[in-house]
């Protein structure tokens, strides 16, 4: 596998080491996807997200258990996302800690199971494509765009527990353990956001409001429509603090007021470009497939390392948002009926000469290195149960080929795994 350069040198800021942020405040990054942060307090801890699985959080609070012995007393959720809670019953071992979330704490791998109907079984198959979960490391699986490719995956998602108290007011003032922190509502990849503000010194812990990379505005997993204005709002909210230390959900904290001045100011004016971008032409009557090739961020943003596509990307936010905002219908009248693919790929075939012929072109087209024609040719054979063997050969290989020049770690994994699956059936 040879992937893309640009991918692997981003792998570079997931070393796992536990940075002091300021006196008595300590990140754990690189020891699993999500960031874990600890506040000494007087007579306790505060722990500010717990990550992923069980023991990456034991991994975590070993090296913490080098810096203090005082009990963790608090925990804090900055929002539900599963690699933000699941290890917090290992930071709860050594008693019953206040457990703290957004009063519309919920998210949909947190509640998929309690909705009815609901796509479990779907979104699980796909999360599992997203994060490359079976994916060789490093070969394969690189990184996760914002955070480690190589991470501990026992207990995923195996050590949640429920909030003790929500937070119901736009911003709430609460002390523990000597320590006065703000918790203030701040809506971005999810509704249920809140971020942490240690005012006296001076540091903003924003969840997944911001990370090093073109923000996820929608997850390939799938995901409910995220409301782009709203974390673009929330982006003002953060640049109000004028913190001098930034500490993220995912990635390096950040560090400077100016510095942490202008990633933020980026981040808004490229969900704010992608919105306005979008906007205007679906104003002119153009559909998404026509917006998510022609959208793009301008390069004093896209040349920003902090807004490469390593986990989010644009052409997908472009679609996402046409379909939170306009829904599923293009606009087109053709699409208000469509073809089942089965009938498209027969009658896509029959006007390609046949079979046969289109076995030829998909050939032509692997040599070109013209994968994504690939993709969609094989795709109509298969459909058509024509030369089906040697379409799904041809696509694994097709897929494998994308993942390597894909910038997007959530893609690259996506493309592997799913040609590991393609693969499988051939067996």
Do not use: C
Request: aromatic share 8%; proline share 5%.
């Amino acid at each position: 596998m040879n992937p893309n350069p640009e991918l692997v040198a981003q792998s570079q800021q997931f070393e796992k080491q536990v940075i002091e942020l300021a006196p008595g405040v300590y990140g754990a990054v690189g020891f699993a996807a999500s960031n874990v942060y600890m506040l000494i307090g007087d007579d306790g801890a505060v722990i500010i997200d717990t990550t992923e699985t069980t023991k990456a959080a034991e991994n975590i609070k070993a090296e913490f258990r080098k810096i203090t012995d005082k009990p963790f007393t608090t925990i804090i959720y900055t929002h539900s996302h599963r690699d933000h809670i699941s290890g917090a019953t290992v930071f709860a071992e050594e008693g019953q800690p206040e457990i703290i979330a957004s009063d519309n704490f919920e998210s949909d791998l947190v509640v998929i199971e309690q909705r009815h109907p609901a796509p479990g079984k779907a979104l699980m198959a796909r999360t599992k494509r997203q994060f490359g979960m079976s994916l060789s490391f490093p070969d394969e699986r690189v990184n996760l765009g914002i955070g480690p490719g190589d991470r501990p995956m026992e207990g995923m998602g195996a050590g949640f527990m429920a909030p003790t108290l929500h937070i119901t007011d736009d911003k709430t003032t609460i002390t523990r353990a000597g320590i006065t922190l703000e918790l203030v509502k701040a809506p971005g990849e999810t509704p249920d956001h809140i971020v942490v503000w240690l005012k006296d010194k001076e540091v903003l812990f924003s969840g997944d409001n911001f990370y090093s990379s073109f923000p996820n505005l929608y997850a390939i997993r799938g995901t409910p429509y995220r409301d782009f204005n709203a974390w673009a709002d929330t982006l003002d909210l953060l640049l109000g603090f004028n913190a001098k230390v930034l500490a993220p959900g995912h990635t390096m904290p950040v560090i400077g007021a100016d510095k942490i001045t202008g990633v933020l100011s980026d981040y808004r004016d490229a969900i704010k470009h992608v919105v306005s971008q979008t906007v205007e032409g679906m104003n002119k009557q153009l559909g998404p497939d026509v917006l998510a090739h022609s959208v793009s961020l301008p390069d004093s943003l896209a040349n920003k390392p902090h807004l490469k596509e390593f986990y989010g990307k644009v052409s997908w936010s472009v679609r996402a948002y046409f379909a939170g905002t306009l829904g599923w219908f293009d606009g087109n009248p053709t699409n208000l009926g469509s073809l089942s693919p089965q009938q498209r790929a027969d009658k896509t075939i029959r006007l390609a000469g046949g079979a046969d012929s289109m076995l030829v072109s998909v050939k032509k087209a692997a040599q070109d290195n013209d994968h994504q024609w690939v993709l969609e040719l094989t795709d109509h054979l298969i459909a058509a149960d024509k030369h089906t063997r040697d379409a799904k050969t041809m696509k694994v290989a097709a897929l494998r080929a994308l993942a390597d020049t894909e910038i997007n770690a959530t893609g690259r994994n996506y493309y592997l795994l799913s040609a590991k699956e393609l693969e499988d059936t051939l067996d």
